[in-house]
């Protein structure tokens, strides 16, 4: 099992930037996928971003060009830089790793992003 914790979100104009962390009771050296999903009030949660096998990009289509995913092994520590941030982009953020075998998928307890216009 691993516990994700997220931080960095907050309150920022349009146009501006935001660093999303989140780290990782374990190693992430060893799991498979780890990636960033939101919710908007009234919406399902969508994929943002994910980085699976230790280098396969993968953006939904409305981040691709502002938002990348990075991971740093020795802080077992997944980021999220948004920049030129919009105000569709005001969601909960999720942190999420994903463990092929034994099947395991763990959630971090979210934080909010809000963006003014």
């Known amino acids: 099992q691993v516990q994700l914790v997220e931080s960095g979100g907050g309150l920022v104009q349009a146009g501006g930037s935001l660093r999303l962390s989140c780290a990782a009771s374990?190693?992430?050296?060893?799991?498979?996928?780890m990636g960033w999903y939101r919710q908007a009030p009234g919406n399902e949660r969508e994929l943002v971003a994910q980085?699976?096998?230790?280098?396969?990009?993968n953006y939904a289509d409305s981040v691709k060009g502002r938002f990348t995913i990075s991971t740093d092994n020795a802080k077992n520590t997944v980021y999220l830089q948004m920049n030129n941030l919009k105000p569709e982009d005001t969601a909960v953020y999720y942190c999420n790793a994903q463990i092929v075998y034994p099947p395991f998928t763990s959630w971090g307890q979210g934080t909010q992003v809000t963006v003014s216009s």
């Open positions: 374990r190693s992430i050296f060893s799991i498979n996928a």
């Open positions: 980085i699976s096998s230790g280098s396969i990009l």
